[in-house]
């Protein structure tokens, strides 16, 4: 029975600021466990969890698995590549097979929206969102949150820039929900072509401008450039996005200020982000990895109905 107030974690929209404070404060409490000589608890034992990955991923993927195996799941791991989906067989079908050899969660990523609310319409299992095409990424929001949070120990009034594609970026999709759930401000900052229109209607502030969102806000969200998700023509050149769009050393030095650097990876160095900006001081990108396994870990509890007070 699920602590949360929903069964499943398909999306942010919708999810009460009470979920996501339970999730980034279990999450929190978790996290300790990481640290730890032996860093493995029993909570989940006898709970077996498939992550069911339809597009490649490194590091969602990566710690599903080791949040599941932290909190001692049985877990198994599928990929397209070597499955029968090369047979041709269908989504409905996997899942309903794999289902009938007894599993209690589902996490899945797929290149479709839509996809994992379509599974909670066929099987049983709890279903976890592990990104659906442009539609949502959950868990990689909460990581944001939770490590924004860690840095400014509350979201409330901070102002968080998203920048690059949001049009193609389930991340964005996520990040906006949720930061505006928890009370921060959020502005999109991008090329025209990659700004939904009426994206404004969600309670963000958009600009073309990169100076301006970083005159602005608190924190980057730095988007990468989805080369393969891009229909083409969408800007000129990806010389030309680095030049407007880049965020380099000088343009953030101009700021005159503190401002936080996030990135959900993987990172085009050189295009949206350069590396002296990804490596420095200001960067937090690796902190948001290694919370999104507690943010996994407190997402698995909670959808489990196990209370992980117990677990610090
Ligand atoms: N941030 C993110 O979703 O990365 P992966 O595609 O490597 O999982």
Redesign the pocket.
């Known amino acids: 029975m699920s602590l949360l107030s929903v069964r499943h974690l398909l999306g942010l929209e919708g999810l009460p600021a009470e979920d996501i404070q339970l999730i980034l404060d279990t999450a929190e409490n978790l996290k300790g466990i990481l640290s730890r000589p032996i860093p493995k608890v029993p909570t989940l034992r006898g709970i077996t969890v498939v992550n069911l990955f339809f597009e490649?991923?490194?590091?969602?993927?990566i710690s599903f698995e080791l949040a599941e195996k932290r909190l001692s799941a049985d877990t198994v791991n599928f990929s397209v590549a070597g499955s029968s989906v090369k047979k041709g067989e269908t989504l409905k079908d996997t899942v309903r097979n794999i289902e009938a050899m007894k599993i209690d969660m589902v996490v899945v990523?797929h290149s479709s929206a839509g996809v994992p609310y379509f599974l909670t319409q066929c099987t049983d299992a709890v279903i976890i969102n592990?990104?659906d095409g442009r539609h949502e990424?959950p868990t990689?929001a909460l990581l944001d949150m939770m490590t924004l949070r860690e840095k400014w120990g509350t979201l409330k009034g901070k102002k968080v820039a998203i920048i690059g594609d949001i049009r193609h970026s389930r991340?964005a999709g996520s990040n906006i929900r949720g930061l505006l759930t928890m009370g921060a401000e959020v502005m999109v900052c991008g090329p025209r072509t990659l700004i939904p229109p009426g994206i404004e209607e969600l309670g963000v502030q958009v600009t073309y401008r990169l100076d301006e969102a970083i005159a602005w806000a608190d924190a980057l969200n730095v988007l990468r450039i989805q080369l393969e998700r891009q229909e083409k023509g969408l800007f000129p050149s990806i010389r030309e996005y680095h030049a407007e769009y880049g965020i380099t050393r000088k343009r953030i030095e101009r700021a005159k200020k503190e401002i936080i650097i996030m990135h959900?990876?993987?990172i085009n160095r050189g295009i949206e982000l350069d590396s002296d900006v990804a490596d420095s001081d200001a960067s937090i990108i690796l902190d948001q990895v290694t919370n999104g396994v507690a943010v996994r870990m407190a997402v698995l509890v909670l959808l489990s109905g196990f209370d992980a007070a117990h677990e610090s």
């Open positions: 490649n991923s490194t590091r969602t993927r990523r592990a990104g990424h990689q991340v959900p990876g993987p």
